[in-house]
């Protein structure tokens, strides 16, 4: 499918890209902003050579970026799979333009004058950002976000208002609608994330950025998962697949010190959270140490990867245990692609009598795809929401 825009026509793709291919890689927001930006702003003549770099947060598969590519693009995003979406879509219409891609747990560095904004699905996420942004923009910073209409809220202009300054919006144009920021408001303050959040059930403490699932809580899945841990097979390497902030990992370990811990997740905070937690609970692992001395040979320690999945992850055939709580949802979009894809990676990692432990809600029918995959599928636990799966690599 081709996005058409002001500035050209440019053929994107998602990704992971659904089973149908059904799903576009933009929306009526994405359509909206650029028309209105380009609308005040001449993109052929805004260049790397005599502008200052256009600021994106949360392009999704590269939509914004690909359309505004004359002129210097910071790509500012928590999503791995939007950076992947941007640099593949990019290659794709053959453009040799230069987008840089920055993960939210990277501080940004510049001062903007033109920032562009889709408003993600998580309001502590856009508040974190709004926050950081805040230090990096000027009075006369153009400031445009959008979204269909649907997912703005009285909630999410109050943090434009609180946050940035006064806040106006646009009329609806195909069920979706901009936000305009004045940065008006002079006090600086400082993001309240990450927060912290106590299990004393489990004597566990953990820090929790803004994008993190359930970040005043353990989530229930989360809690329902670890009450079956006991059960699982000894191991010596284990995978938290879609780690977030990575309390199965770390409750794991307990249950099986000598295991060596991979963290894995596509989402920039889930894996500085997943880190700073793993290093509280084990203050004497060789990654706390501030030269990562080699020397330390502490059993507790883990690996941290940013990845689509497993598909950054290199070791085939060297896993014990995967335990996997798969996403059901990619931002706004509902759809298996996600969870299909960790599962067939896990059959493809995972070595002869490798098991694949997963969380998912009763209606998901998970079991049906492990059997078609793996040839087995046993029910560990279930209540009335979510039912606890494990298959075993023939």
């Known amino acids: 499918m081709k996005f058409v825009t002001p500035s050209g026509s440019y053929k994107l793709k998602r990704i992971p890209q659904t089973q149908k291919g059904d799903l576009r890689a933009w929306d009526a927001a994405d359509e909206l902003l650029l028309h209105t930006f380009l609308e005040s702003h001449d993109n052929k003549d805004m260049t790397r050579s005599n502008s200052k770099p256009i600021l994106i947060i949360n392009d999704s598969f590269g939509a914004l970026s690909l359309a505004l590519h004359n002129s210097e693009i910071h790509n500012w995003s928590d999503s791995y799979l939007s950076h992947l979406a941007v640099n593949h879509n990019k290659k794709l219409n053959g453009l040799s333009s230069s987008i840089r891609c920055i993960a939210s747990s990277e501080k940004l560095e510049e001062s903007y004058q033109h920032v562009l904004i889709k408003i993600p699905k998580t309001l502590a996420l856009l508040e974190d950002q709004l926050y950081r942004l805040k230090q990096h923009i000027k ?99 284990i995978i938290d697949l879609g780690c977030g902030n990575g309390a199965l990992g770390i409750i794991m370990q307990r249950y099986q010190p000598q295991a060596k811990l991979h963290f894995i997740d596509e989402s920039y905070m889930a894996i500085a959270s997943a880190k700073e937690n793993y290093l509280k609970e084990n203050p004497d692992s060789p990654e706390n140490s501030p030269e990562n001395d080699s020397k330390n040979t502490s059993k507790n320690n883990a690996t941290f990867t940013i990845s689509n999945c497993l598909s950054q992850f290199s070791n085939t055939n060297t896993i014990d245990l995967i335990l996997c709580n798969p996403p059901f949802h990619q931002s706004h979009s509902i759809g298996d692609q996600i969870a299909w894809q960790m599962f067939k990676q896990s059959h493809q990692r995972l070595h002869k009598n490798g098991e694949l432990w997963i969380i998912g809600n009763r209606h998901l029918n998970y079991h049906a795809k492990l059997k078609r995959l793996f040839g087995n599928c046993k029910t560990i636990a279930s209540n009335k929401k979510f039912v606890v799966l494990a298959a075993i690599k023939k």
């Open 139 to 237: 009075e006369d910073t153009v400031l445009i976000a959008a979204a269909m209409s649907k997912h703005i809220h009285t909630s999410t202009l109050k943090l434009f208002e609180k946050i940035i300054g006064r806040t106006t919006t646009s009329r609806a144009v195909k069920k979706a609608r901009l936000i305009f920021a004045n940065n008006d408001h002079i006090q600086k303050q400082q993001s309240p994330y990450p927060k912290i959040i106590t299990e004393p059930s489990l004597n566990l403490h953990l820090s929790n950025h803004a994008n993190v699932f359930a970040k005043d809580h353990l989530d229930i899945g989360t809690r329902f998962f670890i009450q079956q841990l006991k059960q699982c097979p000894s191991a010596t390497n």
